[in-house]
Nanobody, 124 residues
Framework: QVQLVESGGGSVQAGDSLRLSCAAS????????LGWFRQTPGKERELVAG????????QYADSAKGRFTISRDNAKNTVYLQMNILKPEDTAIYYC?????????????????WGQGTQVTVSS
C-alpha cells in the first residue's frame, strides 16, 4: 500500500502562485509515475501534470503548460506541483496519484493510489 497526503492548497487571488506537495508513506512510490489531477463538481477528474518514475519525462494538460511545473524528490517520497499565474478556472480539488506504470498516464483508471485531495480556490 502507498498512502498519499497532499498539502499546500488554499485560497488565492488570480495571478498568485501556490505549491502543492504530496508525501508518500508505506511503500514508496519508486518505479511509479506520479500525477496531479483536479476535479470540479459535475466534471470528470482530469490529469493536470504527470511525471515518470525517474523524474525526467513530464506531461501537462494544455491548460497547465507554461504555468505549472511538476517535480518529484524520490529520496523524500514527495511530488510537487508549482502553480503560477493562477486563474479562476484553476479552482478545483487537486489530487495526487501514483500509477501502476513508470510513465505518466492521462487516464485516472491507471492510477492505483490516491490522496484525499486539497482544495485550490482562485478568485478574480
Amino acid at each position: 500500500q502507498v498512502q498519499l497526503v497532499e498539502s499546500g492548497g488554499g485560497s488565492v487571488q488570480a495571478g498568485d502562485s501556490l505549491r502543492l506537495s504530496c508525501a508518500a508513506s508505506g511503500r514508496t512510490f519508486g518505479g511509479r509515475a506520479l500525477g496531479w489531477f483536479r476535479q470540479t463538481p459535475g466534471k470528470e477528474r482530469e490529469l493536470v501534470a504527470g511525471i515518470d518514475w525517474i523524474g525526467t519525462r513530464t506531461q501537462y494538460a494544455d491548460s497547465a503548460k507554461g504555468r505549472f511545473t511538476i517535480s518529484r524528490d524520490n529520496a523524500k517520497n514527495t511530488v510537487y506541483l508549482q502553480m503560477n499565474i493562477l486563474k479562476p478556472e484553476d479552482t478545483a480539488i487537486y489530487y495526487c496519484a501514483a500509477s501502476d506504470f513508470g510513465t505518466p498516464q492521462a487516464s485516472p483508471q491507471l492510477y492505483g493510489y490516491w490522496g484525499q485531495g486539497t482544495q485550490v480556490t482562485v478568485s478574480s
